[in-house]
């Protein structure tokens, strides 16, 4: 091969060596700008927030439970605050003038909830869900539920679920040993929705592998952690489609079980006297 040959092949594996990294130099600098373009809108209104972290946001932020982190979120930024989960923002008030000031007097302008992208139905028809005029309907057949007379109806079956509480409390207190409360008091809470929403009684500390306990914490057991849930955060407009074309046979048997529970409720109820109907 000839010296300019030679010259000639060199310059053009060195061009495409160049334009290669040029390339992926413009690709990193559009990812980067991806992964942080959506972490101003707090900064913009006055809202302090965490430092966020590329794609994920603030989600590292939570790794100690819901309640200690924005307990914590509360302290360093103040009673209004914010932070990001993947690109999407959310805005913490903790102001108890504030708060009368959104769920009575401005109530109105706040009728819509989280745009909901892998929820699919029956929650996806949950009022925590719907938007709008639809909202506002469900909303209105739901008000009567929990009106003065329906909650004292209520009360005989929380204090019900209180008595077991209590119960249960008493055995560790006899037995002097250490224990966790909290979970406790995440069997209370289930052992109350249960017999209030469900209709179904239920002593989820004492049975744990209550069919309806099981579900449940199948249910609230998901984790913030996963790496599935993190590539959904980075990159929810390729995974979120992906993810509803593949069925998810865990969420379709949690659906059948609880609109089974809710058709059985119903079926008890017409069969039981008006004295009896909870």
């Known amino acids: 091969m000839e010296p300019e040959d030679l010259l000639a092949l060199a310059s053009l594996e060195m061009n495409s060596t160049t334009v290669t990294l040029a390339l992926l130099a413009v690709v ?5 700008w991806y992964s942080t373009s959506a972490f101003s809108k707090l900064s913009r209104v006055g809202i302090r927030h965490p430092p966020p972290l590329p794609f994920i946001g603030n989600l590292l932020f939570f790794r100690e439970g819901f309640w200690e982190s924005h307990t914590k979120l509360i302290t360093e930024y103040g009673p209004v605050c914010g932070y990001y989960i993947g690109r999407q923002m959310f805005v913490v008030v903790s102001s108890p003038e504030m708060i009368k000031q959104i769920l009575v007097a401005d109530f109105s302008n706040f009728t819509n909830r989280t745009k909901p992208n892998l929820i699919s139905k029956p929650m996806l028809d949950s009022i925590l869900c719907l938007r709008d005029d639809r909202w506002k309907y469900v909303r209105s057949l739901l008000t009567p539920a929990f ?77 913030v952690f996963k790496p599935l849930l993190i590539l959904i955060l980075s990159f929810p407009f390729i995974m979120i489609p992906l993810l509803r074309i593949f069925p998810n046979k865990k969420q379709k048997k949690l659906n059948g079980f609880f609109i089974q529970t809710v058709k059985n409720a119903i079926v008890y109820r017409h069969q039981q006297d008006a004295a009896e109907v909870r």
Do not use: W
């Open 28 to 32: 990193l600098v559009l990812l980067y």
């Open 147 to 223: 009106s003065d007379s329906k909650l004292r109806e209520m009360t005989p079956l929380i204090n019900q679920a209180c008595d077991v509480l209590l119960c249960n409390l008493k055995v560790y207190a006899d037995s002097g040993k250490a224990f966790d409360i909290q979970r406790c008091y995440n069997c209370f809470t289930l052992d109350v929705v249960g017999s209030v929403a469900f209709g179904t009684e239920v002593d989820s500390q004492k049975n744990p592998d209550d069919p309806f306990v099981k579900n449940c914490r199948t249910f609230f057991g998901m984790s």
